[in-house]
């Protein structure tokens, strides 16, 4: 069961808009394709990364994705909401490596300048098999 | 080393502003307080909690705060940064149970009516005490 409601309709500057499309679009080129090439389309070279199993700039993610191609190379990133505010953009998501599987609770925070990534912070965790909450985590 | 640059200023309205006041001052006099008898100032009772470690609506979450107060009677809420997009409130915060803890790195996306929580999503994890990242998860 999921009771989601839909975020209420705010008008987005134009600018909002084109960050949100661009996160959407990194989503499914970048992050389920796992296509290290698609990464300079989306992120500036010298991005600050704060997640704290990779290094700074894009190398060391276009890395990430060459080794996560191998062991999962189908994952479906299913984004439940998205959101924008200023220069940033918020997504929730489930990351399911391969059918079946019951994955990650996913919040990344995407800072933009000029329609592209600089700057990145995420947190995540396992989705629990089991729960004393009768609805789901998204 | 934190290189984070503050969001752009975006012109909220003035219920977004409301909203985002309201989790600032409900982080600080419930969640740092641990005090389930401010519950009912910030959140409806039959909200709808997509934290997957507590049940539905308010009774489990006084509960969840009383024995929190047992084991760290003195967390802190340390707001990182904090977002609004209609009526939904993102906040990022690293999460110390007591002095020194490394604690945890969280985020919450909460969804408003009328200036009170109605729903509530979250992610949290460990923070990490190594990492082959040269600066910080916030």
């Known amino acids: 069961m999921n009771q989601t409601t839909e975020p209420d309709t ?19 080129e970048l992050l389920d394709a796992l296509d290290p090439d698609a990464v300079d389309r989306f992120i500036v070279p010298d991005y600050i990364q ?9 190398e060391p993610l276009k890395q990430f994705l060459r080794e996560a191609k191998v062991h999962s190379p189908e994952p ?11 220069n940033h953009v918020i997504a929730h998501y ?5 059918p ?5 609770a996913i919040m990344d925070i995407f800072r933009l300048e000029n329609t592209m990534v600089v700057e990145h912070w ?17």
Request: glycine share 10%; proline share 6%.
């Open 10 to 28: 705010r008008a987005y500057t134009a600018q909002e808009q084109a960050n949100i499309d661009h996160i959407r679009t990194m989503i499914r």
């Open 50 to 58: 704060h997640n704290q199993m990779v290094g700074q700039g894009t």
């Open 76 to 86: 479906c990133h299913d984004i439940k909401r998205i959101f924008a505010d200023g």
């Open 94 to 98: 489930h990351l399911r490596r391969w």
């Open 100 to 104: 079946g599987d019951t994955g990650y």
């Open 122 to 138: 995420d947190v995540m965790m396992e989705v629990p098999t089991e729960s004393p909450n009768p609805i789901g985590p998204f």
